[in-house]
């Protein structure tokens, strides 16, 4: 009976659990699929904030920068053959466009279209400079806009901010999100 109970002992201490594997009371683990609280992101001793930026290092136009994260201890991953991996964690890409300028910009300067120019609208700049600034409200809009984040550089990026300044979160909605059917639930 002690014979079966230690055989089936030894079976199930080298069976899979999971995706993970036990190597003397280590896991091995593809560290892609850890659940919360397996891991830790982006590792402490990482110097993750760019300090230009405020974004995190290597953060790519996709809004995706790749961070240095560490499993909890016990786990060592695949890739590494170490407790520490990459991890894709979201960024705001920045192409060093200040929101401090462009406001203040639109402010003083709005009227003839400057804060457009800076933010890479020429066409936009050009005739709100011809129309004083569409009669003064385009610039009281365009500081709205701007002020609110709704309008961003023309490439696309996000603006440059103080690490405690606003951040803005914009929904869209489109024709996919727009007016989805309900079920019936009653």
């Known amino acids: 009976m002690k014979s079966t109970v230690l055989?089936?002992?030894?079976?199930?201490?080298?069976?899979?659990v999971g995706n993970l594997v036990e190597f003397d009371s280590f896991y091995e683990t593809d560290c892609s699929n850890l659940r919360?609280?397996?891991?830790?992101?982006?590792?402490?001793?990482?110097d993750?904030?760019?300090?230009?930026t405020q974004q995190p290092r290597g953060c790519t136009k996709m809004n995706v920068a790749?961070?240095?994260?560490?499993a909890a201890d016990g786990i060592i991953?695949?890739?590494t053959k170490n407790s520490t991996f990459y991890k894709n964690m979201p960024c705001k890409w920045t192409n060093g466009y200040s929101f401090e300028t462009a406001?203040?910009?639109s402010i003083f300067l709005g009227m003839f279209g400057v804060d457009r120019f800076y933010l890479g609208y020429p066409g936009h700049g050009l005739l709100k400079l011809c129309s004083l600034g569409y009669m003064f409200i385009g610039?009281?809009?365009?500081?709205?806009?701007?002020?609110t984040q709704t309008l961003r550089p023309a490439d696309g990026s996000y603006y440059v901010m103080a690490y405690f300044g606003p951040g803005v979160e914009v929904i869209t909605s489109d024709n996919e999100t727009y007016k989805l059917p309900q079920d019936d639930w009653y």
Do not use: M, N, W
């Open 36 to 46: 919360l609280g397996q891991y830790i992101c982006p590792d402490p001793s990482y």
């Open 77 to 79: 991953c695949h890739e």
């Open 48 to 52: 993750l904030v760019d300090p230009k």
């Open 139 to 147: 610039q009281l809009y365009d500081i709205l806009r701007i002020a």
């Open 103 to 105: 406001l203040l910009l």
């Open 66 to 70: 790749k961070v240095l994260c560490r």
């Open 7 to 16: 055989l089936i002992s030894v079976f199930l201490s080298s069976v899979t």
